[in-house]
DNA sequence: CTGTTAGCGCATTCAT
DNA sequence: ATGAATGCGCTAACAG
């Protein structure tokens, strides 16, 4: 089955089409199927007046019926009227876009049927009655305005309430928003408003824990504000961020929420210049009050320092990607709590690896292959601690019991380890919603602040006292 | 610190006026810093031919300068101009935008200052020649064609590439984007183009892994295809789901992605008459060619039979939420599987719950605490069976001496479970990959398949043979 | 309180 | 090949 079944709807084109020309020009008999090409010129003619200069042809782009694919021109007879045509004055009347669509169709079906004469079967043919249309959804303010009445202003108030309206009015708006179907359409809606009360997030690799613990923050904080998150994926890689960035701005987004990524300093500078734009989850010097992340190194010690309260002295540090200012903070900490305690810092027990769990198992496998001795392991995240614990098995070396592990971020998985794993949970989400407040407050020039949250040690069964 | 820092720009905002004075009024001798009051009549004169019918009143509305809180009225000084009057006619000249700008930020410079006059350091004031500036994200196509001396016609072909364009005019308009930095405006484009190039993905639980990787497979089948997807969570609750389909309609998105989901599928058959939808690990009777997903019921047949083969005949089945369509298939796999070998189907084995690790915990501590006898466990998902591993070992039981234990999904950590988890791998990547390209033809016209695509069974190390 | 008017920034069509 | 003109659907200022 191919795709021709998707333009195939409850209505046949020809039955929009006499839908559509009762609808709107009642005066124009068509239900008996007159020549294609007579309802041509008489739809033009009441076209005449509608885009002066155009002549009769092309009167439709090829939107019009949300096609892509050009429309070629209709054969050139409908006659060409200007705005002084006194007949196409006399026939004017509000003529919906609909109309438009109307020729092109006729124009379309009359081609592809090769004749000029059209019969056409039509549930419309014996029933005058015109009620409402499955949406096609198309319908505009203006309809809802001529539905109710009213002018497209009322309409427009009665959706932002943006003034007072007579009662009356209101609820024949209303009506005609149901009956019609009414979306209003946000895309005409920020051209005309300056705002799109859109905020875009910029995340990183959709699937990672942390950061998608964050968005799901970030929605959570933005529920009820008015401001929909537009999430776009940086992928860890400053081009894709940079041309994500540039859709999101593109887009008209009214303010930036940017998720950890690689985007240089001095870009984010600019940006903040154009548009609104809280960092989370990155340390930025001179955005004070303008990022929100945990305090790494903290968070580095506390877990080193965890281990050390529980005795042990060697502890291997598998800290992630060399560059990742993360890494960096955390293995800070690392040595910190080293220092504090008066153990010798030992670059044996420190692996450069990445965030994945096969890293982990590496740096374990070589641990032992080397024959490093070391009774405890601090693990740049999770899923590295999870790897370490499968290598560790491996060898025959017992979580707690001969290795004590702590991982980092407290995703899901860590508390069903076996054994459960002791972290240092992130508040992810609540710095996704700190973030997300920050943000609408920001663009509206309100004051807010951006605390540091701190992490907290999620103490489990994976450390164990050493003997 | 509080956000009053953010409208800190490189630039102070009479060196703005200036500037913009400057470039578009070189006519009036600002630099010498005259009274305030003198400038606004004299913006007001060039302004009044602008905007008929206005008076100078509140030239601005609140979006020019990009904030959101009303800017009071001009103290009303400035005369009012209407199209046919003489001096505004003769000092009409294209005004920009800016010029509105300034009147307003000319009076909150004088009302801030509360002199009538001001002086005013500034860069400029020793240089006429008025350069590039500092981007605020303004730039127009009509700003370039002012730049490259041509029409905003051939800025959109040049941008376009609608249409042969002078190589000469080219390359100016060319010049002109990089020198003032032109970010074309989607919003705007998405409604004269009346299509947006953009696709719509509702998504579930963003950190969900099986509906996260369907996600990065959509993001890698759209790169290239000039679309870009947008996405919304439906947090699997009908409400949301409708509500975040809404948003996505009314940003005129041109096709639609449901992954997953809940929204009932009448609502579903109204949904893709309006717009090209493609649904997404649903499986939907009707929908034959417009949905993707996975044969769930050989999904769990392939499962249940692999440890039928190993010999185990007690399998419990901690199967998902009663109502999801994935856990019913699943289930009738389980069943099929059971019947074939001849296994007594015995409802004390099989478990509801949701998908969590707790629910397989609670599933297995059920199971023990009854006395049932099983040897092997079936998961709803991985999550699920790494519940479940925690609440065997906490009794003692082995994985997978004394139970083996399937999951489903494999995620990034059942390969670096212990043991590594054997599980049914769902090809979410590709599904994703799949559905974007089909979505895109389907936007087109063009013909496609959106084949079922096969599960796989990872055998790992958590399935054992009964002895 | 309501209708009128003028754009928002761009694509597109017709005329040149 | 290029410019002028029109409108996409909506908001907001203005004039009753």
Redesign the pocket.
């Given at each position: 089955m191919t795709s021709q079944q998707q333009t195939t709807t409850q209505f046949s084109r020809i039955q929009l089409i006499q839908y559509q020309l009762l609808k709107h020009f009642p005066v124009l008999d068509v239900t008996g199927a007159p020549a294609a090409a007579h309802w041509q010129s008489k739809v033009a003619v009441l076209l005449g007046s509608?885009?002066?200069?155009?002549?009769?042809?092309?009167?439709?782009?090829?939107?019009a019926l949300g096609q892509t694919r050009?429309?070629k021109?209709v054969s050139g007879k409908a006659p060409?009227f200007t705005?002084k045509s006194p007949e196409s004055t006399l026939a004017m009347k509000p003529v919906s876009?609909y109309a438009?669509v109307l020729m092109v169709v006729m124009a379309a079906f009359q081609r592809s049927h090769g004749g000029n004469s059209v019969r056409c079967p039509s549930p419309f043919r014996n029933n005058r009655e015109v009620g409402p249309m499955p949406q096609r959804g198309?319908?505009?303010?203006?309809?809802?305005?001529d539905h109710a009445?009213?002018?497209?202003?009322?309409?427009?108030?009665v959706?932002?309430r943006?003034?007072?309206?007579?009662?009356?009015?209101?609820a024949a708006v209303l009506e005609a928003m149901k009956t019609l179907g009414?979306?209003?359409?946000?895309?005409?809606?920020?051209?005309?408003?300056?705002?799109s009360m859109t905020l875009g997030v910029l995340t990183q690799n959709i699937g990672s824990p942390f950061y998608d613990a964050l968005s799901q923050g970030v929605i959570r904080g933005l529920a009820g504000t008015g401001y929909s998150p537009l999430f776009v994926d940086g992928q860890w890689q400053q081009s894709t961020e940079a041309e994500s960035i540039r859709t999101l701005i593109g887009r008209r987004v009214d303010g930036l929420l940017l998720i950890g990524g690689d985007v240089p300093v001095e870009d984010l500078n600019d940006l903040r210049e154009r548009i609104p734009t809280i960092v989370v989850a990155r340390e930025i010097k001179g955005w004070e009050n303008h990022c929100i992340h945990v305090d790494n190194v903290q968070a580095g010690y506390d877990a080193t320092r965890h281990l050390i309260d529980f005795g042990h002295r060697r502890i291997a540090l598998l800290r992630g990607i060399k560059e990742h200012p993360d890494a960096i903070h955390r293995f800070e900490g690392y040595v910190k709590a080293l220092e504090e305690a008066g153990i010798k810092f030992d670059p044996e027990l420190v692996f450069q690896g990445d965030f994945s769990g096969q890293s982990g198992v590496m740096a374990v496998n070589s641990l032992v292959a080397k024959g490093t001795h070391f009774t405890a392991i601090f693990a740049a995240n999770d899923m590295v601690a999870f790897g370490a614990r499968l290598a560790l098995s491996r060898h025959g070396l017992r979580v707690p019991e001969d290795v004590s592990l702590v991982g980092f971020d407290d995703q899901a998985e860590a508390a069903f380890a076996t054994p459960p794993l002791t972290t240092i949970k992130q508040p992810a989400v609540e710095m996704g919603t700190a973030a997300a407040r920050a943000i609408v407050n920001l663009i509206h020039d309100q004051p807010y602040e951006l605390a540091c949250l701190p992490v907290e040690l999620m103490k489990r069964e994976s450390v164990a006292r050493l003997r």
């Open positions: 509608q885009r002066a200069g155009r002549g009769g042809h092309e009167l439709v782009n090829r939107r050009a429309m021109p060409s705005k876009r438009q198309e319908t505009t303010i203006q309809d809802i305005a009445h009213v002018s497209k202003s009322t309409v427009s108030r959706l932002n943006s003034s007072r309206v007579n009662e009356d009015k209101r009414f979306e209003p359409n946000l895309v005409a809606r920020s051209l005309a408003g300056g705002r």
